[in-house]
C-alpha cells in the first residue's frame, strides 16, 4: 500500500518555466490538497478537491491551477513559474466519516526551486 | 477566515515534559490535530481529537482541548531527543472539507 505518492521529489526551473507535480493515492479518499511549506509560515493550502471533478481555491492559489480527472490523481500545475514559487510542496489525501477522525495522509514533499 | 496560531519555537530540557499550544478562530472545528515533521521528511500525525472531547491520552501525549477559549495544546511527557521536530496544530472546519495548519512549532530539546 504505497499510500499518497507525489512526483517529482526534486526539481529546479527557470522563472517563466511551466510544470505539473503528480499526486496519486491508493486509498481511495474523496478529498485531497496541495499544500506548500515556507519557512516559519507553516502549511499554507493552495487547492483542494472533494471529490473527482471538483476543485477549490485554498488560501494562496494565485499562480497555480489543479485538476482532478481521476480520484486517484491531483495535479498541480504552474504555468510560468516565479522565484516566489520556490517551497516544498505537499500533496494530501484524506477519508470521510466522523468515526475516523477524518485523518489525513501527507505524500514525502516535492521541492522546488525557480531560479 | 480560519486561522490557526502557534508560537515558532520551544526549548525544553530531556525529561521534562513539553507542551505545545495553539489556538484557532473557527468555533465549528469539527477535529483538530497534531502532526510531527522531523527534517527533511514529511508530516505524521501524532494524534487528533473531535471537538465534542475535552481531552485525549495517547501514551507520552495529551492533549487538552478549551472550545471556549478556542485553544488547543500537546502534552509530551519524559522529552526525549527523538522528540524534536516541528509539531504543527492543525483545523478542519466545519464544512469537513478544508484542514487549516498553523506555522508550527520547532521543539528543542537540552540535554
Known amino acids: 500500500n504505497a499510500g499518497v505518492t507525489q512526483t517529482p521529489k526534486f526539481r529546479v526551473l527557470k522563472t517563466g518555466q511551466s510544470m505539473t507535480l503528480l499526486c496519486a493515492q491508493d486509498m481511495n479518499h474523496e478529498y485531497m490538497y496541495w499544500y506548500r511549506q515556507d519557512p516559519g509560515m507553516g502549511l499554507r493550502l493552495i487547492h483542494y478537491s472533494v471529490g473527482e471533478g471538483t476543485t477549490a481555491k485554498g488560501e494562496v492559489p494565485d499562480g497555480y491551477n489543479v485538476s482532478r480527472l481521476k480520484k486517484q490523481n491531483f495535479l498541480l500545475g504552474l504555468e510560468s513559474a516565479a522565484p516566489s514559487q520556490t517551497s516544498v510542496y505537499f500533496c494530501a489525501s484524506s477519508n470521510v466519516g466522523i468515526y475516523s477522525g477524518n485523518t489525513i495522509y501527507f505524500g514525502e514533499g516535492s521541492w522546488l526551486t525557480v531560479v | 477566515g480560519e486561522d490557526v496560531e502557534q508560537s515558532l519555537f520551544l526549548s525544553v530540557r530531556e525529561g521534562d515534559s513539553s507542551v505545545i499550544n495553539c489556538t484557532y478562530t473557527?468555533?465549528?472545528?469539527?477535529?483538530l490535530y497534531w502532526y510531527k515533521q522531523e527534517p527533511g521528511a514529511g508530516l505524521q500525525l501524532l494524534t487528533y481529537i473531535f471537538s465534542n472531547m475535552d481531552m485525549k491520552q495517547d501514551q507520552r501525549l495529551t492533549v487538552l482541548l478549551n472550545k471556549k477559549d478556542k485553544h488547543l495544546s500537546l502534552r509530551i511527557a519524559d522529552t526525549q531527543t527523538g522528540d524534536s521536530a516541528i509539531y504543527f496544530c492543525a483545523e478542519r472546519d466545519s464544512s469537513a472539507s478544508k484542514i487549516i495548519f498553523g506555522s508550527g512549532t520547532r521543539l528543542s530539546i537540552r540535554p
Open positions: 473557527d468555533s465549528s472545528s469539527t477535529y
